[in-house]
């Protein structure tokens, strides 16, 4: 099966402080995704990887970045947290090349609140 | 851009059948998936329709019109387990190669005994 895990269920910051939150996954899959999920909004993309060391932004990329050093890691940092930024993170990694389904598989999620 | 709609809440039965519907408008169709969302964990891979017609799984079934921009889930002999958020999402031909996804804002399903 294929896992994505990422390293925290629940974070607790304050605001201006820089957060790092990490995924991995245990596929060896080319892309890599950062979603926020809100109520009512659903998932929306932050950035998104696919290949080590690229990445292209998403729809809502403003007040983030992203790191990938390698292919298994995917780290989501925002640098100066702000409270809008309060909502569940998802991180999700797919194959290409498998006919043209190319699945996404999710992390479990991290609820972050800044306060 | 494009933009996906989904019913926000939906309650059936234990046993019946229940349609999810969603609609949407994109400037490049490349395949349609929904997946599956319990409370407080990652979302799981139902169903991808890419072609018209109906994508039958077990009790789970995906139907696609490309014409008309709409796509339902169809759920049969409805389980208590089913209770959870239905999210639909479209790929998009902007690039392919890094399968970009956008998402509905999801459905969620209560069954009642």
């Known amino acids: 099966d294929v896992k994505v895990t990422q390293s925290s269920r629940y974070l607790v910051k304050r605001t201006g402080e820089k957060v790092f939150l990490e995924c991995v996954q245990d596929?060896?899959?080319?892309?890599m995704f950062w979603y926020r999920q809100d109520p009512g909004l659903g998932l929306r993309l932050i950035y998104f990887?696919?290949?080590?060391?690229?990445?292209e932004k998403g729809d809502i990329p403003e007040g983030y970045s992203v790191s990938r050093e390698k292919k298994e890691r995917f780290s989501l940092i925002l640098e100066s947290a702000s409270t809008n930024q309060t909502s569940m993170y998802l991180c999700?990694?797919?194959?290409?090349?498998?006919?043209?389904?190319?699945?996404?598989?999710f992390g479990a999620g991290t609820r972050l609140s800044v306060l | 851009g494009q933009n996906i709609d989904q019913p926000t809440e939906m309650t059936a039965t234990e046993g019946a059948i229940v349609q999810i519907n969603c609609t949407y408008q994109?400037?490049?169709?490349?395949?349609l998936f929904w997946y599956q969302q319990h409370a407080g964990e990652a979302p799981t891979f139902l169903s991808y329709?890419?072609?018209?017609g109906l994508e039958e799984k077990g009790r789970f079934s995906s139907f696609l019109s490309r014409s008309k921009g709409y796509s339902y889930l169809l759920l049969k002999e409805l389980q208590m387990k089913d209770s959870a958020s239905y999210l639909c999402?479209?790929?998009?031909?902007?690039?392919?190669?890094?399968?970009?996804?956008?998402f509905g804002g999801g459905t969620r399903l209560m069954v009642k005994p």
């Open positions: 999700a990694s797919s194959p290409v090349g498998q006919g043209f389904k190319n699945i996404q598989y």
């Open positions: 596929m060896d899959h080319e892309n």
């Open positions: 990887s696919y290949d080590v060391k690229m990445k």
């Open positions: 994109t400037s490049g169709f490349n395949g």
């Open positions: 329709n890419v072609l018209d």
């Open positions: 999402a479209v790929r998009d031909s902007r690039n392919n190669a890094g399968n970009m996804l956008t």
